[in-house]
């Protein structure tokens, strides 16, 4: 995706994508919203389920309006996360597998005993299910926030 369909508006102070207002925010304010509720397990599952059903209307909106095809979401979506600030994804040849470079989400939330990265897995989701038309499994098999170089995603129908 060369540009995003975003509209800055910074006279106004607002970003949209259509009718969906984004805000910019400190990954560590938002991350550290887990610590600060005592539930870290429940607070990144939940970002997960969010981005799950948020992305997916997104996408869906993205493929009815040709933005993105469903031959080529995965790499325009990547294209689009490193646009805005979620790391540096690279997708496996056989696109089994989507590795993530600078993942604000670990990094924002420092080191950790299990993945953090939830609002990642639920974008690959979503994306999943507007290729494919059904539910599908993505695996964080390695997270930084763990100690691991990069967060890796293993994605299954």
């Known amino acids: 995706m060369?540009?995003?369909p975003f509209r800055f508006q910074p006279d106004l102070g607002t970003i949209f994508d259509g009718d969906v207002r984004y805000v910019?925010?400190?990954?560590?304010?938002?991350?550290?919203?887990?610590r600060a509720l005592g539930a870290v397990e429940a607070f990144v599952a939940a970002l997960d389920e969010s981005a799950y059903a948020n992305?997916?209307?997104?996408?869906?909106?993205?493929?009815?309006?040709?933005?993105?095809?469903?031959?080529d979401c995965l790499p325009r979506t990547a294209s689009l996360a490193g646009q805005l600030g979620w790391g540096q994804w690279t997708i496996a040849p056989d696109?089994?597998?989507?590795?993530?470079?600078?993942?604000p989400f670990a990094s924002g939330f420092g080191a950790s005993?299990?993945?953090?990265?939830?609002?990642?897995?639920?974008?690959?989701?979503?994306?999943?299910?507007?290729?494919?038309?059904?539910?599908?499994?993505?695996?964080?098999?390695?997270?930084?926030?763990?100690?691991?170089?990069?967060c890796r995603f293993v994605l299954a129908r």
């Open 2 to 4: 060369a540009a995003t």
């Open 24 to 34: 910019m925010m400190r990954t560590d304010v938002l991350m550290n919203t887990a």
């Open 55 to 71: 992305a997916r209307t997104s996408f869906e909106s993205y493929v009815e309006r040709g933005m993105m095809t469903r031959h």
């Open 95 to 103: 696109e089994s597998e989507v590795q993530v470079r600078d993942s």
């Open 113 to 150: 005993d299990i993945p953090v990265c939830g609002p990642i897995s639920g974008v690959l989701r979503a994306l999943l299910f507007v290729l494919f038309g059904e539910q599908a499994r993505v695996r964080d098999v390695a997270c930084a926030a763990q100690g691991a170089e990069c």
